[in-house]
């Protein structure tokens, strides 16, 4: 696979410092059941790398000293992890939102049958990637039959309550451009996948969170082979927005990867640049457990104007029109 973080070490991104820390990102392994075109962390179904119990008690031990209100779990298929049910579990008797970052496949698959009531019973908010409302465009990303695959999921949830006003459970759905270019304005794709999804299969959610594809693992080998690579940063380049600056999702987070090394966002982890630490090259959760990070500057690069590019991009969506 092509490396393209030669590419952005250099940039004249501007320099950006942390707010207060309320996000805890866990990218708990790369095992996924799926190996889909735009994951800018390569996952899939060969990969053995998986956190421990050993680094999931730090976790937890992060959030009690940290005072964590929001636990954002990620991979791979996060629940394809054997630990993934006590950290949900543990966290969530600390009174802390869970949020599931789901393929929504994997509630499909032998052995995982009963995942979807799991999540019911723990109250976790589930965030599945749907690329699409059309089956093509999808199985373009994601492979054939996910489409299918992803409705009958969908419908699973909505059964249990997810998505269903007034049930308390939160259904979100997350779109990603399947090439180089921009999502559409956040508001009106989500009203047309609530029209397609409701008329063509039934089915409900609450809001979709448009994610801008980064410059980075698979999809950076994809630029970099197609000759892409240098008009998609200046795409991003030139739609980039000052007013983003302010709502960017590293101010309030930290990521976490699965061997428990500390970075200032998911993508900074895929690229390897950990959190700006003067004493040392690597940083691991156990030595921030009493740390105050607000303040502190962020490593950035030039894949940093992918979240601020046009209405800006995060783990939570746009950050504005």
């Known amino acids: 696979m092509l490396d393209t973080r030669p590419l952005l070490e250099e940039t004249d991104f501007p320099r950006i410092f942390r707010g207060k820390l309320s996000i805890l990102q866990v990218n708990l392994g790369y095992l996924c059941n799926l190996s889909?075109?735009?994951?800018?962390?390569?996952?899939?179904?060969?990969?053995?790398?998986?956190?421990?119990?050993?680094?999931?008690?730090?976790v937890l031990e992060f959030i009690d000293?940290?005072?964590?209100?929001?636990?954002?779990?990620?991979?791979?298929?996060?629940?394809?992890?054997?630990?993934?049910r006590y950290l949900v579990t543990e966290a969530r008797k600390r009174g802390v939102e869970v949020i599931d970052r789901c393929n929504l496949t994997i509630l499909n698959e032998p052995g995982y049958e009963?995942?979807?009531?799991?999540?019911?019973?723990?109250?976790?908010?589930v965030t599945a990637s749907l690329p699409c409302y059309s089956e093509q465009n999808v199985e373009q990303q994601r492979g054939k039959g996910v489409f299918a695959e992803s409705i009958i999921a969908l419908q699973k949830l909505n059964e249990l309550g997810f998505g269903q006003p007034g049930s308390g459970l939160s259904l979100n759905l997350v779109y990603n451009p399947g090439g180089p270019f921009?999502?559409?304005?956040?508001?009106?794709?989500?009203?047309?996948?609530?029209?397609?999804l409701k008329e063509s299969h039934g089915i409900v959610f609450n809001e979709l969170l448009t994610i801008t594809n980064m410059p980075i693992s698979r999809f950076g080998s994809m630029l970099l082979s197609k000759g892409q690579f240098a008009d998609y940063m200046q795409?991003?380049?030139?739609n980039f927005s000052e007013q983003n600056l302010a709502g960017l999702m590293c101010r309030s987070l930290v990521s976490i990867d699965w061997q428990g090394r500390v970075y200032d966002c998911d993508?900074?982890?895929?690229l390897e640049m950990p959190l700006i630490a003067s004493d040392r090259k690597e940083t691991y959760l156990a030595d921030l457990l009493n740390e105050n990070l607000e303040g502190d500057e962020i490593f950035i690069g030039e894949h940093c104007y992918g979240c601020t590019a046009g209405q800006g991009s995060s783990c939570g969506g746009a950050l504005g029109d």
Not at 65 to 83: C, F, H, S, W, Y
Not at 114 to 125: G, M, S, Y
Request: hydrophobic share 35%.
């Open 267 to 270: 993508f900074n982890q895929m």
């Open 182 to 196: 921009l999502p559409p304005a956040q508001a009106g794709l989500q009203a047309d996948y609530q029209r397609e």
């Open 235 to 238: 795409l991003l380049k030139d």
């Open 36 to 58: 889909c075109v735009h994951c800018h962390v390569n996952a899939g179904p060969k990969r053995t790398e998986l956190m421990s119990r050993e680094s999931i008690d730090q």
């Open 65 to 84: 000293r940290q005072g964590i209100k929001v636990l954002d779990l990620t991979g791979g298929a996060p629940e394809m992890n054997p630990e993934f």
């Open 114 to 125: 009963d995942l979807a009531q799991f999540l019911a019973d723990q109250k976790v908010v």
